[in-house]
Structures are given as C-alpha cells and as structure tokens.
C-alpha cells in the first residue's frame, strides 16, 4: 500500500482556482482525485496513468480541470479553474496498480485522508 498526502485545498470565490497535490510515499501506476460532498457519495473526478496518458475526467469538470503528474517527485496535481459552488467538497487523492480504467471508489485500495474545497458564490 502506498501513502498518499493532499495539499492545496482552500477557500475560494466563484471563477477562482486553485491546485491541489498529491504527494505519494513511492511510485504507483494509476493516481487519481476523487471528491465527496456532504450527503453525497464519493465520485470520480479525474485520473491519470503513469505516462500522464491517458486522462480521464469525469463531465462536470471537463474543459476546467487538469490532472498531471510528475513521477519524478511521485506526485499528482489537480488545476481547478472556473471553480463553482458545486465543486465544494472532500477532495481525496487515489492511486491503484496496475489499471487505470475506473472511477470506483471501491478499485482504489490506496487513500489520502483529503483536502477540503470550499468555492462561494
């Protein structure tokens, strides 16, 4: 199992940004971020495999979100642009070997503990 440490959430307006990272102990296949509001179970939102292709990203966020990351640091970043009150929640980062064809929460067998978003109107 590998270790996974979130960094970068915050409190922002609507239209802001904001860059969440991710900081693995070691190198694992397939990172991704997941997010939960309250009330609501925990959904996809971006992954990425190990040679950065292929993304993938879930329809509420495509077009404003970027998923890279740098496997020389092991990390995994998350650009949050035109962020909406919607996109208020836990943001947790994932990571599993060796596919990356899920957004199933239950397919993720490594989790960081999360990074709170807060986006205001």
């Known amino acids: 199992q590998v270790q996974l440490v979130e960094s970068g959430g915050g409190s922002v307006q609507a239209g802001g940004s904001l860059r969440l990272s991710c900081a693995a102990s070691?190198?694992?296949?397939?990172m991704a971020w997941f997010r939960q509001a309250p009330g609501k179970e925990r959904e996809g939102v971006a992954r990425?495999?190990?040679?950065?292709?292929?993304?993938h990203y879930a329809d509420s966020v495509k077009g404003r979100f970027t998923i890279s990351r740098d496997n020389a640091k092991n990390t995994v970043y998350l650009q949050m642009n035109s962020l909406q009150p919607e996109d208020t929640a836990m943001y947790y980062c994932?990571?599993?070997?060796?596919?990356?064809?899920?957004?199933?929460?239950?397919?993720?067998?490594?989790w960081g503990k999360g990074t709170q978003v807060t986006v205001s109107s």
């Open positions: 070691r190198y694992i296949y397939c």
């Open positions: 990425i495999a190990s040679g950065s292709e292929p993304t």
């Open positions: 994932a990571a599993r070997p060796p596919w990356c064809d899920t957004f199933s929460p239950l397919d993720f067998g490594s």
